[in-house]
Every structure is written in C-alpha cells, then in structure tokens.
C-alpha cells in the first residue's frame, strides 16, 4: 500500500495515534447528578427541545 510523502505505516500511526487513557477503574467515580436551575434547565429545553 502507498502512503502519502513516502511516509511509513508506523510513521503514520505515530503521527496520528490517540494520547493514551488510563483504564475506567484508575478514573474518578462520576459525582451525583448536577441540579440544574430553573435557568439553566430553560435553556437546555431551548437549544434541546427533543429531549
């Protein structure tokens, strides 16, 4: 296969690879539900009325 600028593949995969992420468990556990305002809560139904 041909890349682009005489690049090789592993050239490439460097070049375009996602920064790595630590797995779910070392992750901080997601904090209890945001109570939104009566503002806040108008304009996410404005800019979201589907949902």
Same mark, same amino acid.
């Given at each position: 296969?041909?890349? /682009?600028?005489?690049?090789?593949?592993? !050239? $490439? @995969?460097? *070049?375009?690879?996602? /920064?790595?992420?630590?797995?779910?468990? !070392? $992750? @901080?556990? *997601?904090?209890?539900?945001?109570?939104?305002?009566?503002?806040?809560?108008?304009?996410?139904?404005?800019?979201?009325?589907?949902?």
């Amino acid at each position: 296969m041909t890349y /682009p600028f005489g690049a090789a593949r592993t !050239e $490439l @995969e460097k *070049a375009f690879a996602l /920064p790595s992420v630590p797995p779910a468990a !070392e $992750l @901080e556990p *997601a904090s209890s539900a945001r109570v939104l305002s009566e503002s806040d809560r108008a304009v996410a139904l404005f800019e979201h009325p589907d949902h």
